[in-house]
């Protein structure tokens, strides 16, 4: 006998693909928004939240990841 709810577990996978291509699109920040990220950090440094009040629609984790990822130097 199949249980219904593991023959379901293959709409799980495109789902987190799903996800992860969302959570990739909100890494896409507009150069205005780069701009103003870089201007802050220069006057705040990682305040991510202060950051983040002034982009609508942004949270401060997603810019901290953002800069860690554009900015962040590797040694």
Do not use: C, Q
């Not at 959570?23 to 220069?42: G, P, Q, T």
């Amino acid at each position: 006998m199949a249980d219904p709810e593991h023959s379901s577990s293959g709409d799980s996978n495109v789902d987190s693909r799903e996800e992860e291509s969302s959570e990739d699109s909100k890494l896409k920040f507009s150069e205005d928004e780069e701009n103003l990220i870089i201007r802050m950090y220069n006057l705040v440094g990682e305040r991510w939240s202060l950051i983040a009040g002034r982009i609508p629609g942004r949270t401060a984790e997603e810019i901290e990841k953002y800069w860690n990822t554009r900015y962040s130097t590797s040694e």
